[in-house]
T-cell receptor, first 114, second 112 residues
Framework: DSGVTQTPKHLITATGQRVTLRCSPR?????VYWYQQSLDQGLQFLIQ???????AKGNILERFSAQQFPDLHSELNLSSLELGDSALYFC?????????????FGPGTRLTVL | DQQVKQNSPSLSVQEGRISILNCDYT??????FLWYKKYPAEGPTFLIS?????DKNEDGRFTVFLNKSAKHLSLHIVPSQPGDSAVYFC???????????FGTGTSLTVIP
C-alpha cells in the first residue's frame, strides 16, 4: 500500500459526460501528479500540483482540468468525454516538487467511456 | 511520439536465471532514468534510478545499465524470482523539468 488513495476504482460513463476523479496523497506529501495510461500506451504525464499550485503541465487536453485543494487532495475533471478517453488514470504523490523526489502511485481509476 | 520505447511487450525467464529488460530513448537530452515495477491492480512502484553521469547502478538483485551513445538502458535482475513477475516500465526525464516520459512496459514472467 503506497498510502495514495484514489476514488472511484472504476467508472463507467457515456460519451459527452463529465466525471471527477479524486486523489488523496500520502500524509506529508505536497506534490500530486496525474497520469493517463491508455491501452498499449505508457503512462502519459498530465499535470502536477505542488501545495495547491500548478507546477508542470504535460499533454493534458483542454477538456481536462485539475486542482489541488488546501487539504492537499486533488481532483481531475474530465469533460465532454470521448471513447478515446477510456484509460487508467493514476495519481502519484511526492514530498517535494523536483524530479528526484520519489513518486508514490495510487492504484488508479479505470475509466470506461461507452 | 513515443520518446521512450520498450520494444519487448513480454519476457519469460526461469527462476534463478537472469532477466534483462531493455529500454531505448530518442531524446539525447534525457539525463535521469527510472525503472518502475507494477503488479496487477496496483500502481507502479519505484525500483531503481540512474543519472547520466553514471553507466551503472546496483541495488541488491537489480542493476541498471546506461549506454548514452546508444541511447539504451537495461535492467538486469539476478537471480530472478517468481515474485519479480510484474510489468516493468522505464521512464526518463530532462533536467529542465519534472515531467517523466514512460515506456509502454514489459511484462516479465518468472517461471518456477
Amino acid at each position: 500500500d503506497s498510502g495514495v488513495t484514489q476514488t472511484p476504482k472504476h467508472l463507467i460513463t457515456a460519451t459527452g459526460q463529465r466525471v471527477t476523479l479524486r486523489c488523496s496523497p500520502r500524509s506529508g506529501d505536497l506534490s500530486v501528479y496525474w497520469y493517463q495510461q491508455s491501452l498499449d500506451q505508457g503512462l502519459q504525464f498530465l499535470i502536477q500540483y505542488y501545495n495547491g499550485e500548478e507546477r508542470a503541465k504535460g499533454n493534458i487536453l483542454e477538456r481536462f482540468s485539475a486542482q489541488q485543494f488546501p487539504d492537499l487532495h486533488s481532483e481531475l475533471n474530465l469533460s465532454s468525454l470521448e471513447l478515446g478517453d477510456s484509460a487508467l488514470y493514476f495519481c502519484a504523490s511526492s514530498q517535494g516538487t523536483g524530479r528526484y523526489n520519489e513518486q508514490f502511485f495510487g492504484p488508479g481509476t479505470r475509466l470506461t467511456v461507452l | 511520439d513515443q520518446q521512450v520505447k520498450q520494444n519487448s511487450p513480454s519476457l519469460s525467464v526461469q527462476e534463478g536465471r537472469i532477466s534483462i529488460l531493455n529500454c531505448d530513448y530518442t531524446n539525447s537530452m534525457f539525463d535521469y532514468f527510472l525503472w518502475y515495477k507494477k503488479y496487477p491492480a496496483e500502481g507502479p512502484t519505484f525500483l531503481i534510478s540512474i543519472s547520466s553521469i553514471k553507466d551503472k547502478n546496483e541495488d541488491g538483485r537489480f542493476t541498471v545499465f546506461l549506454n548514452k551513445s546508444a541511447k539504451h538502458l537495461s535492467l538486469h535482475i539476478v537471480p530472478s524470482q517468481p515474485g519479480d513477475s510484474a510489468v516493468y516500465f522505464c521512464a526518463a526525464s530532462l533536467n529542465t523539468g519534472n515531467q517523466f516520459y514512460f515506456g509502454t512496459g514489459t511484462s516479465l514472467t518468472v517461471i518456477p
